[in-house]
């Protein structure tokens, strides 16, 4: 009698099983970063719910996330040099290693099968397969007669099996080729003060990086390495006056339209607009605060910003035909991130202070959702598989 | 009857634990940081310093911040770098947005090691 009841229970039990594990896609999935829990959450940009959370990832300040080309893997970088990739349909970490004492970001390479992290601490790159998290090369970001150990910043993939980074304390540009299977340094020295960051165009052809000490930035053409580094923007930057900046802009996060690039300007309250094809400044935008991120919705027609402290409660959205905001919103206390869906009907955006990811729909301006979340920075979501430089 | 004999010993002790906390606040060297504002320095340090120097202040950008690593360095260098900034690093100078006593307050709880 019991064994069959056992039995019973145990074909209900089986049916369950099945009947939770319908098939499902990643395309609409991405990933929150809640930063002082070392956890994330699982998104779904359809629902507009959070799936699942996953912990156990330390320290996640300044985290980001790539994702594998499949994009059912997301691989997170976080500041204590952890490396941890997460199955984001099982809601689980399959791997996890700690990789060096401090790390600030990482790409994955054009074929999908390289993982490369920046390191601050012991300064240099270190690159991993995507699949196991094996060990696969060591870049010491060694310079001068003492070679001494730079901060690498502004680590992207490029097409060719290539990933481009900058040495903070070395002022250079290096790019290390991995076509042939192990990795060939190409060295640019002398690029400026202060690489703080670096951004490669979406076509994949300019590395661009920003300079903290030096006004200007440091333009390298891919397609033409042997031509080297040039000083675009001349009078980008600082400044004389030098406003005090509260928080350093991201590059990344710098939006492209069909003829104008928007960059955030640095120390001043204001979006610069640039001809993108001679690379020479059109006008200014007047905006809320110093701004962080300044990203173009993807089809190019308005290009969204937020703000470093103390002005952090505020979003602003341009518009890109008429070169003005068109609308301030207030999504919560410090606004750290904001991510499209990937044609851009929404929005997703972190409020750290106020514990919330918002939702927005981007046509008007509606609020469609809150999610609460602890302390959330970094919104990725897994289209960023398909984007040359991420 | 008890009740009304009661109340105004309650007042008293309220008073006198009124007259303590005043008491012990003003020996701390940031008397007038109320808790609320504390609350918000802490977040700060954390959350916004820690952009640079790690959230948990072992360095990033910056140089860590741990008792540890401050162990060696001057106090009123570590205040003057926070209310001036340091030219030719990104670090910018805090004081158009903390009060000198705030700062004293934050490095004292840097000294002390900040709890998570």
């Known amino acids: 009698?019991?064994?069959?009841?056992?039995?019973?229970?145990?074909?209900?039990?089986?049916?369950?099983?099945?009947?939770?594990?319908?098939?499902?896609?990643?395309?609409?999935?991405?990933?929150?970063?809640?930063?002082?829990?070392?956890?994330?959450?699982?998104?779904?940009?359809?629902?507009?719910?959070?799936?699942?959370?996953?912990?156990?990832?330390?320290?996640?300040?300044?985290?980001?996330?790539?994702?594998?080309?499949?994009?059912?893997?997301?691989?997170?970088?976080?500041?204590?040099?952890?490396?941890?990739?997460?199955?984001?349909?099982?809601?689980?970490?399959?791997?996890?290693?700690?990789?060096?004492?401090?790390?600030?970001?990482?790409?994955?390479?054009?074929?999908?099968?390289?993982?490369?992290?920046?390191?601050?601490?012991?300064?240099?790159?270190?690159?991993?397969?995507?699949?196991?998290?094996?060990?696969?090369?060591?870049?010491?970001?060694?310079?001068?007669?003492?070679?001494?150990?730079?901060?690498?910043?502004?680590?992207?993939?490029?097409?060719?099996?290539?990933?481009v980074f900058s040495l903070y304390d070395a002022g250079q540009i290096w790019i290390a080729d991995f076509s042939s299977g192990h990795p060939v340094i190409t060295k640019f020295k002398n690029i400026g003060i202060h690489p703080y960051d670096g951004l490669i165009t979406p076509d994949g052809r300019y590395y661009i990086a920003g300079l903290f000490g030096e006004d200007g930035l440091a333009l390298l053409d891919l397609w033409h390495p042997e031509k080297g580094v040039k000083r675009i923007l001349n009078d980008y930057g600082r400044g004389d006056k030098k406003m005090p900046v509260y928080k350093m802009p991201h590059l990344e996060g710098w939006a492209m339209t069909e003829d104008y690039a928007f960059l955030p300007e640095v120390g001043r309250n204001e979006v610069l607009v640039v001809n993108r094809h001679n690379w020479k400044r059109i006008t200014s935008i007047a905006v809320h605060g110093q701004p962080v991120f300044v990203m173009a919705r993807p089809d190019g027609r308005q290009v969204w910003v937020n703000f470093a402290y103390p002005r952090n409660d505020t979003v602003q959205v341009i518009n890109t035909e008429k070169l003005r905001v068109i609308?301030?919103?207030?999504?919560?206390?410090?606004?750290?991130?904001?991510?499209?869906?990937?044609?851009?009907?929404?929005?997703?955006?972190?409020?750290?202070?106020?514990?919330?990811?918002?939702?927005?729909?981007?046509?008007?301006?509606?609020?469609?959702?809150?999610?609460?979340?602890?302390?959330?920075?970094?919104?990725?979501?897994?289209?960023?598989?398909?984007?040359?430089?991420? | 009857m008890v009740k009304s004999y009661n109340q105004p010993l309650k007042q008293l002790l309220m008073v006198l634990?009124?007259?303590?906390?005043?008491?012990?606040?003003?020996?701390?060297?940031?008397?007038?940081?109320?808790?609320?504002?504390?609350?918000?320095?802490?977040?700060?340090?954390l959350q916004d310093c820690g952009s640079c120097h790690g959230m948990t202040l072992k360095g990033g950008l910056g140089p860590a911040l741990t008792p540890e690593a401050l162990k060696n360095k001057s106090r009123r260098m570590i205040e003057m770098t926070i209310l001036q900034g340091r030219p030719g690093t990104p670090m910018p100078p805090w004081e158009s947005i903390l009060s000198r006593e705030e700062v004293r307050w934050l490095v004292d709880t840097l000294y002390a090691g900040v709890s998570q």
């Not at chain 1, 089986?14 to 098939?23: G, I, R, W």
């Not at chain 1, 301006?365 to 999610?371: D, E, Q, S, V, W």
Request: positive net charge; proline residues 3%.
């Open chain 1, 1 to 163: 009698m019991t064994s069959v009841l056992r039995s019973v229970i145990l074909v209900c039990f089986l049916m369950l099983s099945v009947a939770c594990s319908s098939l499902r896609g990643t395309g609409d999935l991405g990933v929150v970063i809640e930063r002082a829990t070392g956890s994330v959450q699982i998104i779904d940009t359809t629902q507009h719910v959070s799936l699942n959370r996953v912990s156990g990832m330390g320290d996640l300040s300044h985290a980001i996330v790539v994702y594998s080309r499949d994009e059912r893997y997301a691989y997170v970088f976080g500041r204590d040099g952890g490396l941890t990739k997460i199955d984001i349909l099982r809601g689980k970490i399959v791997k996890r290693i700690i990789q060096s004492g401090n790390s600030i970001g990482g790409a994955i390479s054009q074929d999908g099968k390289l993982v490369a992290v920046s390191n601050y601490t012991p300064g240099g790159v270190k690159v991993f397969s995507s699949d196991t998290l094996k060990l696969q090369a060591i870049i010491p970001a060694a310079y001068g007669n003492e070679h001494k150990r730079s901060k690498v910043v502004g680590l992207v993939d490029a097409p060719g099996q290539r990933f």
């Open chain 1, 327 to 390: 609308k301030t919103l207030k999504p919560g206390k410090a606004v750290l991130h904001m991510a499209f869906t990937p044609r851009g009907e929404q929005i997703w955006i972190s409020a750290r202070d106020a514990n919330q990811v918002s939702v927005y729909d981007t046509a008007n301006f509606n609020r469609i959702k809150i999610l609460p979340m602890t302390k959330p920075s970094g919104i990725f979501l897994t289209d960023r598989a398909d984007r040359i430089g991420l």
């Open chain 2, 17 to 45: 634990a009124l007259m303590f906390c005043v008491t012990v606040y003003a020996d701390d060297a940031a008397n007038n940081i109320t808790e609320q504002r504390r609350i918000e320095l802490k977040n700060l340090l």
